[in-house]
């Protein structure tokens, strides 16, 4: 229940490797984690490298779970320019991915894309047809069209024309916002949390929600064998309580939340205060907690 403190006081750690012979599979998110939009964090793919280096009656997997709007091979040419080593981890799940199944759920789709056009790649290759709000029967938010100027109050008047007309969304990215040039940048989330406010039907892609933790743990088995690791034997890393450690709760998997990310300003760890000092209020505010807190993805 939201504002109930946690059960018992959440262990801060300074490194990974101070819990990571407990897991075989870390399921570890990408933007706040491993880059803040500008800039690679080289520990953390260090770290990643580490844990996947560990022996053990299996291997360790890592597997990158993100709410990018766009497929996998996007999100890895992103990360590269970033000069986070393809050593750090097995394989990528994004939105993207998830987005272009359920669209797929639709073909011949006349499909209203609101969102910027470096997102078009979602498209590429499946059974629709690109149309203008008033012709569209199906929307895809990728994002807002201008994620510099614009807030969901731009989209007020057009959200409700499509809400009139019975339009249904796929929301590609459920993050309300992300963490650019040390700014909160607004998402697709927060669109999609407009619509159905009024009352539009929106079906989301990525976390928190269930069905990415699905694909992640049939990726995860298709890696060895068909057989997934025990979720209590799963780290899910991120920086965003609402997506990265609610999604993580309702999957049963253990988590790690990375302070020096979306929450750095709550949590302390602005640069005016360089240090992680403690959380156990701030906790205490949140609809759910982890098992964990650390400053940054370290070995």
């Known amino acids: 229940m939201a504002g109930k403190a946690p059960d018992r006081p959440v262990p801060t750690i300074p490194h990974l490797s101070a819990i990571a012979a407990d897991y075989d599979l870390i399921l570890c998110d990408v933007w706040g984690v491993l880059h803040d939009g500008t800039v690679g964090h080289r520990a953390a793919g260090e770290a990643l490298i580490r844990f996947r280096g560990l022996e053990g009656s299996r291997a360790r997997r890592v597997i990158l779970v993100s709410n990018a709007p766009r497929p996998w091979p996007g999100v890895q040419t992103i990360l590269d320019g970033y000069g986070v080593p393809r050593e750090a981890y097995d394989a990528i799940l994004t939105s993207g991915d998830l987005t272009r199944r359920l669209i ?3 073909p011949a789709a006349r499909v209203y894309h609101l969102g910027p056009d470096r997102d078009r790649p979602i498209f590429e290759g499946l ?8 012709a569209a ?10 994620d510099d100027t614009e807030t969901a109050e731009d989209y007020r008047d057009s959200l409700a024309r499509l809400h009139a007309r019975g339009v249904p969304m796929i929301c590609a990215n459920p993050d309300l916002v992300v963490e650019r040039r040390k700014t909160l940048i607004p998402c697709a989330g927060l669109i999609a949390a407009a619509y159905a406010e009024i009352g539009g039907a929106v079906t989301y892609a990525g976390k928190p ?17 068909g057989v997934a690791p025990d979720t209590a034997r799963i780290l899910a890393i991120g920086d965003a309580i609402r997506t990265d450690i609610a999604g ?4 049963g998997i253990p988590s790690l939340l990375v302070a020096r990310g979306i929450h ?9 205060h360089q240090s992680l000092g403690d959380v156990a209020e701030w906790l205490a ?15």
């Open 104 to 106: 797929a759920a639709h």
């Open 127 to 134: 059974d629709l047809t690109l149309v203008g709000e008033e």
């Open 137 to 146: 029967d199906l929307v895809v938010c990728t994002g807002l069209f201008d």
């Open 209 to 225: 929600y269930a069905p990415v933790y699905a694909a992640a743990l049939a990726m995860a088995a298709d890696l060895d064998g």
């Open 248 to 251: 993580a709760a309702g999957a």
């Open 264 to 272: 750095a300003e709550e949590l302390g760890v602005s640069l005016d």
């Open 285 to 299: 505010r949140q609809p759910v907690h982890p098992d964990a807190v650390t400053e940054r993805l370290v070995w």
